[in-house]
Structures are given as structure tokens and as C-alpha cells.
């Protein structure tokens, strides 16, 4: 696997922010991102505990790299993380193929449609790309229009279906 993608290479921001790639400092903060987006998707869930073992199981800034858009500081503030995007080296289910595979992707609300998401996506697709990877692939929850809008817009495709029943539903049903 090739080396992360260097600043240069990657999208403009808009004005006041700038990319940082993530490091072995930043687990607990990617964690939040990740907790964060979970309790936008579901906001009648009280507990996201369980996402500490995930964040775990994926954190390896080498091979599971993400990368951050935050404010640049100025002299009353300090930088904020206002965007972040979380991949790791997957396999294609159906092809065996190696993929990029996107575990969490983040913008502030307050930061959202100025092109924060589509620059985060396009941070994992040059890995992909220097990495020789055949694809880029992501989960998304069918309710979260938006970003499914997004991924639409950026050329992402549908190819499978995720489907959930519950034991007690078994038993009764």
C-alpha cells in the first residue's frame, strides 16, 4: 500500500480550513466523529458504548487512515475538527478485489453544504487510487437522505442491500 495522499493533493477548501491527516493522538476525537454520526442517524438512542470497540478493532492511522478538515487557529480560538472521513483496506464481497472501504464520514451541521463531504470523499478515492485499489465502498442508512445524495451525486451506486431481523421478531413471527 502506498503512502497517504500529501496536502497538495488534496481538494481546495473553502476559506479558514485546511486538511490534517489523522495520527495516533486522535483516537478518542475520530471516536466522537463516529459516535456523532451514529446519534444523528439515531436520535432515540441513548448509548453509543459499543462503537469504543469498533473505533478499536479499525484504529491503525497506517492502514486505516482519516483525514481531518478543521479551522485554521487564530489568535482567540483554537483549531475546531469540523470534517472527517475514516477508511481502511477492505475486500470487495463479490469480486475478492482489494477496496477502499469508508467507515465514517463527518461534517459539523454548522459546516455542512460547502463541499466538505465531497472532499472528504475524494481524500479516500486518491488512496484508493495511489493504492491500487479496484473501488471505493461504503455503508449508508437508508433514512440519511442527504448523504446518500451525496454519494449519488459523486458517482456511488447501489449494489447491495442491508437487511436486519431481529431474534425476538423470530420467535413471535
Partial sequence: MSGLPVRAQLLPLPSGCRWRLGNDRDRDRL????CATFAEAFPQQDSWAHLVDT??????????????IETTPEADRACLEIGCVWACKGIGQVTGEPIAYILALWVDP????????????????????????????????GQNAAARALYERLGFQVAGLWMRRSPLELRVG
Fill in 31 to 34: 471516536l466522537a466523529c463516529v
Fill in 55 to 68: 473505533v478499536d478493532r479499525h484504529f491503525d492511522p497506517q492502514q486505516a487512515p482519516f483525514w481531518w
Fill in 110 to 141: 454548522a459546516w455542512r453544504r460547502r463541499g466538505l463531504g465531497t472532499a472528504l470523499v475524494r481524500a479516500v478515492e486518491r488512496w484508493a487510487d495511489e493504492s491500487g485499489f479496484a473501488a471505493v465502498e461504503l455503508q449508508v442508512f
